[in-house]
């Protein structure tokens, strides 16, 4: 079965910097585009970053443009959502997944990793 294991949230003070780890297990993400996700308190979900496949182009959601960076590492079945000069407007539950504009939801969406940004 396909787990998406998302790592490396906690809680950072505004200005600063976290970098999350979504490593996944139980199929290839080689060819699928993958993706970032977040809840906020009291929101819905929204999309945040895409990348594809072949790593180019990203795509960034307006709010975070500029700040957040999406990576992959095929050879280790990895993405990673590299998120600098973090604002209190960030904290969020994330999630890790493929990207719905091209493929289908992977495995569950599971518990996210939480992101507390403090002033």
């Known amino acids: 079965q396909v787990q998406l294991v998302v790592s490396g949230g906690g809680s950072a003070q505004a200005g600063g910097s976290l970098k999350l780890s979504c490593v996944v297990s139980g199929r290839t993400i080689e060819s699928v585009a993958m993706a970032w996700f977040r809840r906020a308190p009291g929101n819905p979900q929204e999309f945040i970053a895409g990348i594809p496949w072949t790593g180019q182009p990203t795509w960034y959601k307006e709010t975070v443009k500029g700040r957040f960076i999406i990576s992959r590492d095929n050879a280790k079945n990895a993405v990673y959502l590299e998120m600098n000069n973090l604002k209190p407007e960030d904290t969020a539950v994330y999630y890790c997944?493929?990207?719905?504009?091209?493929?289908?939801?992977?495995?569950?969406w599971g518990q996210g990793t939480q992101v507390i940004v403090s002033s």
């Open positions: 997944n493929a990207d719905l504009r091209y493929g289908a939801l992977l495995g569950d």
